[in-house]
């Protein structure tokens, strides 16, 4: 089956610092892909889309200059939450949608991110 | 605003015993209906349906979609305590970027 990988598995850093997460489709390609928080006992809540080669599509609500996305391939896409604050720790997930299926998405492993 | 809506909330079964999830759906416009199950990390896919009345299967898992009542079953036979987790549902729309919309899971606990 489909595999995609995220990078780190879980991160603390600092506050003010920069983190980037990375999501990787490692047997197919991924022309859209999406970044998904999940809070303790609650569901997924989509963060942005990126397509391959053009702007992320934020949802509304996340700010798209704190919540940097770049979709440089089409197996690679990446997140970097900057000047990261302690309300920004979270269970980071991405997902892949395999350019030659249909609507099924395919989950990273997902990111522990802790902000001190 | 999509909304996608699961009952109940949380479940506590018995090992053996059979469930019956459920997810209802209003959408502005439909394409596919998704379940997952989410462990300790992320969601692992389980269906995806489109057609209403078709069921899919796979081992004691079975779902199948109602696309006039707008609503879908995820039925779990014989359960066994790794059927523990977190269900979810999502209904998929077309459109540029096939925007999926997640409903707040189903958080099932098998006893044994």
């Known amino acids: 089956g489909a595999v995609v990988s995220q990078h780190p598995s879980w991160v603390i850093c600092k506050s003010g610092t920069s983190v980037k997460i990375e999501c990787r489709s490692l047997d197919f390609q991924a022309t859209t892909m999406f970044w998904y928080r999940q809070f303790p006992k609650q569901s997924l809540m989509l963060m942005a889309t990126?397509?391959?080669?053009?702007?992320?599509?934020?949802e509304q609500g996340v700010e798209k200059d704190k919540f940097l996305i770049n979709h440089a391939s089409l197996t690679l896409s990446t997140l970097t939450v900057t000047s990261a604050h302690p309300e920004d720790s979270s269970f980071y997930i991405c997902?892949?949608?395999?350019?030659?299926?249909?609507?099924?998405?395919?989950f990273g492993p997902g990111t522990r991110l802790t902000v001190l | 605003e999509d909304k996608v809506v699961q009952s109940p909330l949380s479940l506590v079964v018995h090992e053996g015993d059979t469930v019956t999830l459920n997810c209802s759906y209003e959408?502005?416009?439909?394409?596919?209906l998704l379940w997952y199950k989410q462990e300790k990390k992320a969601p692992t896919f389980l269906f995806m349906l489109t057609s209403s009345g078709i069921e899919k299967k796979s081992g004691r898992l079975s779902s199948i979609l109602d696309k006039k009542e707008l609503f879908s079953i995820l039925n779990i036979t014989a359960t066994q305590t790794g059927d523990s987790a977190i269900y979810l549902c999502?209904?998929?729309?077309?459109?540029?970027?096939?925007?999926?919309?997640f409903g707040t899971g189903t958080k099932l606990q098998v006893i044994p």
């Open positions: 990126s397509n391959e080669g053009s702007k992320a599509t934020y």
């Open positions: 999502a209904v998929a729309s077309p459109g540029g970027y096939q925007k999926v919309t």
């Open positions: 997902s892949a949608r395999d350019h030659l299926a249909t609507d099924t998405q395919y």
């Open positions: 959408v502005t416009n439909f394409r596919s």
